[in-house]
């Protein structure tokens, strides 16, 4: 196989750090790097991960998913005002340069996560307003109640405000712009592990933080963490099966068998939060990418379904996935509050139907079309797209795919660059708004910020928005359910599968699988 000069770079330093590290030290790997370390310029998965080792938010989720107090110790809708919720903060709490953690910081971090350039600005669109009531109390003040505020918070970071503003970097970093700042490579945060060093897409090092407000409360047994990213799926087993790698996400599915027998490895598993799938830009008058010129035919509801029953989902479970994946036909995983099991089901393989669906749209010859997919984010992403490709052959669609690293690849999407894309969406809300926010809402400057499809309904932009105040849970479930049936009707995505998760750890790690794929070092043990 090629390999990248990361990769080697990545593989050499394994190596070299292997005889360097001490039992407490966690050599951890995955396929990706985190995007950045400004703690609002990215909403992913695997960048939030490397976040949380360093900075905290007010409140996180633990292994099961339940809510834990970080920052804040408590929290609950004011008596006073329905429209208020209240935070008491952890006292004594001070940030890595030794600056002490108060509520200014929190109403600054907040204050800078709803700016243009802040990918987390969805999250907290309710909020009109958050103030300090004293040094440890806060309020945040929502345009009318927000029952599920909370959820929206697990991954929001606090920052020093001194800090930040001392360092010129108040501003959230312009990713999609490429610009670089002091806190893209630079931290400091109250978390249980501090930044040494950084050098993006090779190395990350993180060392225990002795002074952390939780170093009594938990297991806190790793002093040391050398991350490191290894694209290539064979270079990352084979660093766990020589002994480099202590941890390893991202566990090719190929190998699961070979690594769970191997001496002294194990695998773990479970479902995750997360589910795969595509994107298409039924919003252009006309595409850039396919060869029909003055029209897009992925604005004909009839083609995009066309292109969903061409997927033979169970088909990659068995062989691109090796059934490690569960066959989806919504965008929301089980553990979402608006999922169904008859929505889930509902995609199916017609090829029969498909093409007379394309022929009643006017394509029967068929169209070309490009997929842009990432090569080195979601489990087998690019072997799925591969797969793809030749399944929408059969119904005339010739596609063209570039798959590229997820850096590149994201923002393809939210600036609108991309007509056909692959796109994985986790859930740590646990709440179907929180995918209508992203992904279904018309995009707008602090919505609907990752919708790549250009669908637009203004009648169901205001019924998405009302989610967000509608203290009636009965009645905001009725209104997830028929904001569902239009995401459905209208084909806006095609679903792929629900990921599930592998963990290939040595067995000297102790930690069990997280839902959302975030593990939290300061729970681990090393036995």
Known sequence: MKLTTSVITAAILLSTTATLTSAETLRWARAGDALTLDPHAQNEGPTHTIRHQMYEPLIIRDVTGAFEPALATDWAPSEDDPNVWVFNLRQGVTFHDGAAFTAEDVVFSFERAKQPNSDMKELIGSITEVRAVDDYTIEMVTDGPNPILPSNLTNLFIMDKGWTEANDTVNVQDFEGGELTYATSNTNGTGPYVLQSREADVRTVMTRNDNYWGIDQFPMEVTEIIYTPIQNAATRVAALLSGEVDFLQDMPVQDLDRVNSAAGL??????????????????????????????????????????????????????????????????????????????????????????????????????????????????????????????????????????????????????????????????????????????????????????????????????????????????????????????????????????????????????????????????????
């Open 266 to 527: 194990v695998v773990k598993q479970a479902p995750q939060n997360r589910v795969i799938f595509f994107g298409m830009n039924q919003g252009a008058d006309d595409l850039e990418a396919d060869n029909i010129d003055g029209a897009n035919p992925l604005a004909d509801v009839r083609v995009r379904q066309a292109m969903s029953m061409s997927i033979n989902r169970d088909a990659i479970q068995q062989v691109v996935m090796r059934g490690q994946s569960e066959p989806a036909g919504m965008i929301a995983p089980p553990f979402v509050n608006g999922w169904s099991a008859e929505m889930d089901g509902s995609s199916t393989t017609d090829l029969d139907t498909a093409k007379q669906l394309m022929a009643d749209a006017g394509y029967g010859d068929g169209f070309t079309i490009q997929l842009d997919c990432p090569n080195d984010r979601y489990i087998n992403d690019e072997a799925i797209c591969q797969a793809a490709v030749g399944m929408l052959a059969q119904i005339g669609v010739t596609v063209n795919l570039d798959a590229k690293p997820k850096a590149q690849h994201f923002p393809l999407i939210t600036d609108g660059k991309t007509d056909f894309y692959m796109l994985g969406w986790g859930v740590p809300t646990y709440d179907s708004e929180y995918i209508f926010n992203f992904l279904v809402h018309s995009r707008e400057s602090d919505i609907g910020t990752w919708n790549g499809t250009g669908f637009t309904d203004p009648d169901l932009d205001a019924k998405i928005k009302s989610l967000a105040s509608n203290t009636d849970l009965s009645s905001r479930d009725q209104a997830i359910s028929e904001i569902w049936e239009v995401v459905q009707g209208e084909q806006l995505y095609i679903p792929i599968h629900h990921q599930v998760l592998n963990w290939g750890m040595s067995e000297k790690v102790g930690i069990d699988v997280d839902p959302e794929d975030q593990p939290k070092v300061k729970y681990f043990t090393m036995n």
